[in-house]
């Protein structure tokens, strides 16, 4: 009948799920092992996978700690452990760090600068990181909300006096949430931008060659942010976006 015929398919959807998940944290702690190895001193151990024997060499080559690539996957992590559903401040930046500063650290460290601006350099990277973070979390709120994923911190419901058990519990009006969301929105859009001001502070003028890349994804993050506070931040996740000839045109004016 339609109830066991209902039934049937929650149980092959949460099976599914299930699957996945478990298939993600193999994955996760496949890379971890393979990161060890990449990195062990003992000679007799050693990648199983051909590829990340030529990433060890990589790796190597351009002074990149292991550090910084298990921060990564302790990012991910956090989302396969659900810990990313009203995180708090603390644990939104620790998570920002991971999942992004860690990746522009080692970018960094790949496009190459002067090693007596390492420490600026960190920081430029850290927080810049940091700020294509917050504004993800802000352009793709629609679909990690529908996903059960909700990376704003609770501290920020309590200061702009929004219930955010209400928030979960009306899942099926996400105009009416992202209404009830703005101040916390534009909250958000500044917190990006003081990573955003202390990144720039950290970068020395002699270094912004080196850095061209990264300067080029800030420009493409910083027109996403223009567009969505244009828009109220009322959007669609389509809206935001830019076309080919419109990151030639911003590459062109670097």
Not at 12 to 39: A, G, P, T, V
Not at 124 to 137: C, D, E, P, S, V
Request: hydrophobic share 40%.
């Amino acid at each position: 009948d339609w109830s066991s015929d209902v039934c049937s398919s929650d149980l092959i959807r949460s099976i599914s799920s299930s699957q996945k998940l478990n298939k993600s944290h193999y994955m996760l702690s496949f890379w971890l092992e393979e990161i060890e190895r990449i990195y062990s001193t003992n000679v007799d151990i050693y990648p199983h996978n051909s590829d990340c024997r030529e990433l060890g060499i990589f790796l190597n080559n351009h002074d990149i700690s292991a550090d910084y690539l298990i921060e990564m996957i302790n990012g991910q992590k956090m989302d396969l452990n659900n810990e990313m559903v009203f995180p708090t401040i603390e644990k939104l930046d620790l998570y920002c760090y991971r999942v992004a500063s860690c990746v522009g650290i080692i970018s960094a460290k790949i496009f190459g600068y002067n090693k007596n601006n390492e420490e600026k350099i960190t920081n430029f990277a850290t927080n810049l990181g940091k700020y294509f973070q917050y504004i993800n979390i802000l352009r793709d709120f629609e679909e990690d909300f529908i996903n059960g994923r909700i990376y704003i911190p609770l501290e920020l419901f309590h200061k702009f006096g929004v219930d955010h058990l209400e928030i979960e519990f009306k899942k099926n009006n996400l105009v009416k949430i992202k209404q009830n969301l703005k101040p916390i929105f534009y909250e958000l859009s500044n917190m990006a931008k003081s990573h955003y001001q202390a990144a720039f502070d950290n970068l020395p003028d002699e270094e912004m060659e080196n850095m061209r890349p990264a300067l080029l994804m800030e420009k493409i993050y910083s027109k996403y942010l223009y567009i969505m506070e244009a828009k109220k931040f009322e959007f669609q996740r389509r809206d935001i976006s830019l076309s080919l000839w419109q990151k030639f045109q911003i590459f062109f004016r670097l």
